[in-house]
């Protein structure tokens, strides 16, 4: 039976997640909130409109739909002048050598990210042509952790979510797979990431003759 590859993209294939956390951090400092890193966690693999309304809980501050929209505008344009710079070099360990394994095997191949910037990023690190199908924030109504972002990457591959093996780092995004019947590898330590079958430190200690048991 053939299984088809889900990927999330940050903290998956390349580390942008740093790049969030500097923009929102920028923007948390405007409302007088210093975000922290153990803040930024819980916003991997979450909406940018769900970010922004915690950062908001987190500084005790509301703002008019106006300039609640406005403020999502500016966290991105200091996000994507963050990521102009990118380039394959900025993929993660691990990530070459897994696009490979996918090539030579032809697994079919899906993103599902919560970034509305993942055809750029994936340009720039020059694996826009490896996937088979891409569905980002711009696509679904609901983020993770609803499953609608890789149940439309899978009704795109064309498989069931049972046949389909999705990669996260997030702990939203593993419960989006569980929560869309499909099977989740967590990128990083089985403490955050619940519900996973297996834990890997990065995409290339995946063992690709697994997906035939």
Known sequence: MMTAIILDLDGVIC???????????????????????????KLKGVSRVDSLKFIL??????????D???????????????VQHMGPKDVLPGVPAFFEEVASRRIPLALGSASKNANMVLTRVGLIDAFDAIVDAGQITHGKPHPETFLTAADMLGFPPS???????????????????MKAVGIGLQSDLPGAYIHLNNLGEFDFDSLEN
């Open 15 to 41: 580390d942008t997640a740093h790049f969030h956390f500097l923009a929102w951090e920028r923007l948390a400092a405007e409302y007088g909130y210093a975000l922290t890193q153990e803040n930024n966690e």
């Open 57 to 66: 809980s987190l500084a005790n501050k509301s703002l008019s739909e106006a």
């Open 68 to 82: 609640f929209q406005a403020d999502l505008i500016r966290k991105n344009e200091w996000y994507l002048e963050l």
């Open 163 to 181: 046949q389909c093996l999705v990669f996260e780092d997030s702990a939203a995004g593993v419960q989006a797979a569980l929560a869309g019947n």
